[in-house]
């Protein structure tokens, strides 16, 4: 065999692994959770257990951090995990007819570095928020539509586009940055006696381009700048404009907080301040209240002598509240917090 044939036969060979080795638009998702590969992002959820899905943290919840490792297509996902998918650079393509459900207690981060979830040809919505909650952020692109009865956050970071019909029932959608643009083609926004749902726009939202807006409520959409572009003939965006901030000092149950209301609809804007020093105040000892000791009969319903406090349900040993000590239960000694 002549050289120059052993050489391009070799060439031939390498191109052949090298593509094989790159996630082509027809091929399947992977997603690797704590470094295993899983072939879908159901499957990659499901190895989750149960009693790591969510618990308090910095973040008040276990974020499980999904990377989604090669573009592809997959069905309907349903879950009840609080996760972050950051698809990268990758294309993830729902099937026809398929969507991402986040059931009651579930949440998603969505993010990527110019990623897209494509929510394809079907009429579904390519991401459904029940009792949950959805945050898209960095640059990340959602071509599909999004239904939620639960808030809905576009992150100050955000980068990327998103496209589609958007659905709000009894909750909030909250666009704090525009990315590369926002554009909904038909807003639908419900709420039930007694509770609100509105689009709401930041002043660094950006351009928003909305064709259609499908509701009965006097102010579907909320800005706090007036800059807010592409509203349909006939509807305009009800500008806040807030009367003054009340601010509430930290109690032994909430933190401190500012409060600013919109005398023209009423919207309430709240501030935390989540300061060391601000997140609880002292219980009031001129409020708690005396509670003899209980002999411990039947078994495990008597208890010491101990002071509560009846907002926020702490027991001290001494009347001033300088001792906190746990639910007493029984005569054994008291245990302190």
Request: aromatic share 8%; net charge negative.
């Amino acid at each position: 065999m002549r050289k120059s044939t052993k050489y391009f036969l070799l060439l031939a060979f390498l191109a052949l692994v090298s593509c094989s080795k790159t996630p082509g638009a027809d091929s399947d998702g992977v997603f690797s959770l704590d470094g295993v590969a899983y072939p879908d992002l159901q499957s990659a959820l499901d190895a989750v257990p149960d009693a790591e899905k969510t618990y308090e943290s910095g973040t008040g919840y276990k974020i499980v951090k999904l990377l989604g490792n090669a573009s592809g297509k997959g069905g309907s996902i349903k879950t009840n995990t609080v996760f972050e998918l950051d698809l990268g650079s990758y294309t993830y393509t729902l099937e026809d007819g398929s969507c991402i459900s986040l059931e009651d207690g579930a949440g998603m981060y969505l993010s990527g570095s110019g990623g897209c979830l494509d929510g394809g040809s079907g009429a579904d919505p390519a991401i459904c928020a029940g009792g949950s909650f959805l945050y898209i952020k960095g640059d990340v692109s959602i071509e599909g539509s999004v239904e939620s009865s639960s808030e809905v956050y576009v992150e100050e970071d955000f980068a990327g586009t998103l496209r589609g019909d958007v659905s709000l029932s009894d909750c909030f959608m909250k666009i704090l940055s525009g990315g590369k643009g926002v554009e909904i083609g038909n807003l639908s926004v419900s709420a039930s006696e007694g509770s609100e749902a509105a689009l709401c726009c930041s002043q660094k939202s950006g351009k928003v381009n909305i064709s259609a807006i499908n509701s009965a409520l006097p102010y579907p959409v909320w800005t706090d700048s007036g800059d807010l572009v592409g509203m349909p003939d006939g509807k305009k965006a009800h500008v806040h404009s807030y009367a003054g901030t009340v601010h509430h000092d930290a109690t032994c149950c909430t933190e401190a907080y500012d409060e600013k209301s919109c005398p023209v609809c009423g919207h309430v804007e709240t501030e935390y301040f989540y300061d060391e020093a601000d997140v609880t105040a002292p219980c009031p000892p001129e409020d708690l209240v005396h509670v003899e000791a209980v002999p411990d009969f039947p078994p495990q319903s008597g208890c010491v002598e101990h002071w509560q406090c009846p907002h926020c349900l702490k027991c001290y040993s001494d009347p001033e509240g300088k001792t906190e000590i746990n639910r007493l239960i029984g005569n054994s000694p008291w245990e302190i917090c």
